[in-house]
């Protein structure tokens, strides 16, 4: 078993629509990280949080240290939101320790 | 300000070749990251340097795989030989280290696809 699981793996959703993609992990982490990476493309930071909740545009991302558990939503989704999202977890001497991935469409 | 390059950005060897990655970070920044992602699974961890010094090679798979950072600055990584499982895409990340303790964020690079025939 992965210590990053996320889920859905594969989402589908219609513009506008409300995304949100979940991630737990099952170690002591020092910070978490969401990542997307366009088809083709490198991997871009997104969010990096340790407590909380932080908002980029149409982009918010939420921890819960105690439950282990992060949430990315996507609010208005549009279909340049089409990606892959990552979510990954800082350990250590600043490794990271990543999830599957799940891989968004969203449809016009 | 130019970010984290990566070269090449594909290669096709056969099994037995040599070949190396180079890793070109964001300048000034003292953290270079490995990291692999092999068909269908997560991307995993290989190694972390700080500035040329190995702080964390617990990923690396084998003695078949050999990072460097000389200098500091640009780090390469040979596979040697290459077999058909090392097939993937590596990729390399830089972050500022700015003291024990404080996280940074992790800039990556476009990734080397690589694939062993």
């Known amino acids: 078993k992965n210590e990053v699981e996320q889920s859905p793996q594969n989402l589908t959703a219609q513009e506008g629509e409300f995304i949100t993609i979940n991630c737990s992990y099952s170690v002591g982490i020092s910070a978490l990280h969401w990542l997307q990476q366009h088809p083709g493309g490198g991997i871009v930071s997104l969010f990096m949080?340790?407590?909380g909740k932080k908002k980029h545009g149409r982009l918010i991302a939420t921890i819960n240290i105690q439950e282990k558990h992060s949430s990315l939503h996507i609010t208005a989704s549009h279909p340049r939101d089409s990606a892959v999202y990552i979510c990954a977890v800082r350990r250590g001497t600043n490794k990271l320790i990543f999830g599957t991935g799940t891989l968004l469409a969203v449809q016009p | 300000e130019a970010g984290v390059t990566q070269f090449p950005s594909h290669s096709v060897i056969e099994k037995g070749q040599t070949v190396t990655l180079r890793c070109d970070p964001i300048?000034?920044?003292?953290?270079l990251y490995w990291y692999r992602r092999v068909m269908g699974k997560e991307i995993k961890f290989l190694l972390h340097f700080v500035k040329e010094s190995k702080q964390d090679e617990s990923g690396m798979p084998n003695n078949r795989f050999l990072a460097e950072r000389t200098g500091g600055t640009y780090s390469t990584l040979k596979v040697q030989p290459a077999e058909l499982e090392d097939s993937g895409v590596y990729f390399c990340?830089?972050?500022?280290?700015?003291?024990?303790?404080?996280?940074?964020?992790?800039?990556f690079g476009p990734g080397t696809r690589l694939t062993v025939l």
């Open positions: 300048s000034g920044h003292d953290n």
């Open positions: 949080l340790s407590s």
């Open positions: 990340a830089s972050s500022q280290d700015r003291g024990e303790g404080y996280t940074d964020t992790q800039y």
